[in-house]
Structure formats: C-alpha cells, structure tokens
T-cell receptor, first 109, second 113 residues
Framework: EDKVVQSPLSLVVHEGDTVTLNCSYE??????LLWYKQEKKAPTFLFMLTSSGIEKKSGRLSSILDKKELFSILNITATQTGDSAIYLCAVFNTDKLIFGTGTRLQVFP | DAGVTQSPTHLIKTRGQQVTLRCSPK?????VSWYQQALGQGPQFIFQYYEEEERQRGNFPDRFSGHQFPNYSSELNVNALLLGDSALYLCASSFDRLDYEQYFGPGTRLTVT
C-alpha cells in the first residue's frame, strides 16, 4: 500500500530557530513530491521536486529530494511566527496526490 | 484571475442526510480532484474528474459520488451521512489529469451530528 510518512508530527520552536521537516515515502509510480503549507484551510503550494539532489529554494525555505533513499526534507531557517502552520508532504502517483499526516509547526516569539 | 472556489464554506447535517458540495476550478484548468481531510490528518484522495468522467477513485464507498459539468465545475455528493464523514472537503484543480501542480480551494467544512 502506498504511504507517505512525515516526522515529527509536531514541533515547537522560537523565532530565529532553524527547523528540518522530514518526509519518507513508499509509493508506486512515483512522479513527483510536493510540499504544501496549510494555515487555515487551503493548502498552498511550496515546492515540487522530481529529481534527486537538486535543492529548491524560496527565501528562507528550501527542500531536497533523495529518490534512492525515498525521502525529502524541508528546511526553514530564521523561523518567524508567520511560519506557524501545518506542513504537508505529498507524492504524485500517476494522477493523484498521496499525502502524509503533516507536521504541525508552532513558532513562538 | 479567480482561483479555485468552493461552496458552501460550512455545512451542518444530520446522520442519514445527503449533501452536495460544489467546486469551480481555476481558470484554464479542466481537471478537478476531491480530497477529504479529517481533523489531524492529511487529505485523502476521493476521486478525480476529467472530461466529465470519473477517472480515478480512492478508497471511498459508493456513498461518495460526483459529477463534472461542461464548464469543468464539479460537485461532490455524499449520501446517507455518517458521523465519520465530518471533515474538511478540499477541491483541487489542475491543468490536466497528469499535471503535478494542483491548486486547492478553501474547502467546505462539513459537520455531521
């Protein structure tokens, strides 16, 4: 059965800290891995990764994929209170997304 | 450019009732996928509509059905509601059924009492 596992489930940090969120997967017909940020309702797109070893970067956020070891990490440096959210990892399998449970990040001032 | 829209925002129903949720895709998108997100869980794929047909289906019972209209908008219908159907229902649209990047709507929060 296809599955996506995220860790940790929850993380509490102070502003300025750096965090690393993990995502491992066992999915047939892997096409790509995506990261989303969910604050209230709609998940918003962060990154899409299809190739191993190529880092994607957007401001303080970065992500990388390892297709041999079947995992991805999402790094957030110099965290801010606005980074507080649930971060979802999903694998695109043929034509649907398979999501992990998410990591809840809380950033306190 | 309007993004994905969903209606209604919130809905409260009683066990055994039926519900219809609606979704309009992002302009230029012709594929709509529906997801159910229970509290504390990641979204679970329900089904996908493309060219007015159901193309893929997740592990959901037949009580969950859908429809796609010629203008690409879509409906999700759930019959014989159970307490366990309480969740956030998300609609996502994409350029086509093989497009990785799916844009999500704000969701409909369904509460079954």
């Amino acid at each position: 059965e296809d599955k996506v596992v995220q860790s940790p489930l929850s993380l509490v940090v102070h502003e300025g800290d750096t965090v690393t969120l993990n995502c491992s997967y066992e999915v047939t017909n892997f096409r790509s891995l995506l990261w989303y940020k969910q604050e209230k309702k709609a998940p918003t797109f962060l990154f899409m990764l299809t190739s191993s070893g190529i880092e994607k970067k957007s401001g303080r956020l970065s992500s990388i994929l390892d297709k041999k070891e079947l995992f991805s990490i999402l790094n957030i440096t110099a965290t801010q209170t606005g980074d507080s959210a649930i971060y979802l990892c999903a694998v695109f399998n043929t034509d649907k997304l398979i999501f992990g449970t998410g990591t809840r990040l809380q950033v306190f001032p | 450019d309007a993004g994905v829209t969903q209606s209604p925002t919130h809905l409260i129903k009683t066990r055994g009732q039926q519900v219809t949720l609606r979704c309009s895709p992002k302009s230029g998108h012709d594929t709509v996928s529906w997801y159910q997100q229970a509290l504390g869980q990641g979204p679970q794929f329900i089904f996908q509509y493309y060219e007015e047909e159901e193309r893929q289906r997740g592990n959901f019972p037949d009580r969950f059905s859908g429809h796609q209209f010629p203008n690409y908008s879509s409906e999700l219908n759930v019959n014989a509601l159970l307490l366990g159907d309480s969740a956030l229902y998300l609609c996502a649209s994409s350029f086509d059924r093989l497009d990785y990047e799916q844009y999500f709507g704000p969701g409909t929060r369904l509460t079954v009492t």
